[in-house]
């Protein structure tokens, strides 16, 4: 067979792989709102299930509306620059507002210099850190800020100000590096974009009632304190003011906030700022190469499942009476029959979970295919008279099995599990931001690197040496 044929057949492959990922993604989130009804449902008993109110509220607010925005502003959002970035779950965020010119160690440098902190990257350690402050309102400067999305990856770092001592107030800004060659409407031509905002108190957000800050209305006044900040720490910075970059306008960001602009947009150019020998940039690896917390979940439950029902069906075979109780089987020769294929089921489980772990695509695909059918089976019972699933009658595995499904169709998962072949090149989920528009430049532009937990860790260790 020939190259080119070969090249086809595995364009072909991946092709009807990302359709069977398309409609799980969709699948997901039509069970998770299946889900949203059992634990209601549940919840509505009196009893000390009212308890699950809060379940349902953390599933709704987390999973089932996220799901459902992402997969409606697939449809509805150009894929295209226009200005806005965007949330993970798909909805429009904040404006872009600021742009610069410069490498990223005088990016660095200026931003250190006019008074503005690197925010830490967004752990689970850095998440409770920003709780346990905000309740008991002490500083934490570097607290992380949450993803926003543009040229179709997360922000490449964000800088901050923290106001008075207390996290939930803070100045606040995201830069994305821009893609090669790519150059901003009307033809102008930086290196990085970025969107400040003025964080002024923590609430729910009005589109999927997650906690998050809310901003200020007047984003311009966020904007001129930035470029105010960055003129005065390094003189020989210069700004160059596009006016009417985008029409004036009232809007609201992906957490419901109003904002009022007049569409100007600075462009401050950096490229004169002397940097320290020791933040000169270093190459680092393809930050697809990370594994992110959906794939560590996900291949964790199945690991736990799977190894649940070989304990169970390794106790069935040494019983025999007990597993023909347990199944309801006419003799102990059908009892065996029923423990080795749930031991058999379980290794599945097991092997699966392994594969999904170390990045293998095939295996969570299939992962998800062996959930989908699970859960399908589940419904279709219920809905033709069987019994609906309860804490007492299977809900907690129907429950898992959907979370799990939420996690591995999710785009850090799906980007982690195709990273080798989608290096260079944009990904092709059709249901994520990853897949249109230009290729991600990590891919191919050296970027900072971490020897220590974190990129944001490594990078303050090395301004604080200087």
Known sequence: MSRRAGRSEQRGSHSLMTRVDALLFVYAGVASVWLAFLLLAESLQLSWQLLLLLAFWLLAAYLVLPRLHRV?????????????????DGLLGDPVNLALRGDEAQIHTAMTSAGWTLADDVTLESS??????????????????????????????????????????????????????????????????????????????????????????????????????????????????????????????????????????PIVDLRRVQVPAHLRREPTADSRAKRPAPIVFGAGVACLRGLAAVVLAWSLLA?????????????????????????????????????????????????????????????LLASNGGPRPTLGTGLPHVALGILVLLALTSPGARQYATRHRAEGNAPDDPTSDEGRGDADPSATTPRWTSDGPTAAEHTRRRLADG
Not at 72 to 88: E, N
Not at 335 to 344: E, P, W
Not at 348 to 370: E, F, H, K, P, Q
């Open 128 to 265: 409770l850190r920003i709780v346990r402050t905000t309740l008991s309102r002490r500083p934490y400067s570097e607290a992380p800020v949450s993803p926003l999305y543009l040229f179709e990856r997360r922000q490449d770092f964000a800088y901050q100000q923290e106001v008075n001592g207390n996290p939930s107030q803070r100045h606040h800004v995201r830069l994305w590096r821009c893609p090669r060659g790519w150059r901003l409407p009307g033809g102008y031509l930086v290196d990085w974009v970025a969107a400040g905002t003025y964080d002024r108190s923590v609430g729910l957000s009005l589109m999927t009632l997650q906690v998050t800050h809310r901003i200020a209305k007047n984003i311009d006044i966020e904007r001129d304190h930035i470029v105010a900040t960055l003129t005065e720490g390094s003189p020989s910075a210069s700004v160059e003011r596009i006016s009417h970059f985008a029409s004036g306008y009232h809007a609201r960001n992906g957490g419901g906030d109003q904002m009022v602009t007049d569409g100007d947009l």
């Open 319 to 379: 019983n025999p009476d007990s597993a023909m109780t347990l199944a309801g089987a006419s003799s102990t020769a059908a009892a065996s029959a029923g423990a080795v294929a749930l031991a058999l089921v379980g290794a599945l489980d097991i092997g699966l979970g392994v594969a999904t772990y170390l990045g293998r695509n095939w295996a969570r695909v299939l992962l998800m295919v062996s959930d989908a059918t699970t859960i399908l089976v589940a419904f």
């Open 72 to 88: 409606l502003t697939y449809i509805y959002v150009p894929g295209y620059f226009i200005g806005r970035t965007r949330t993970s």
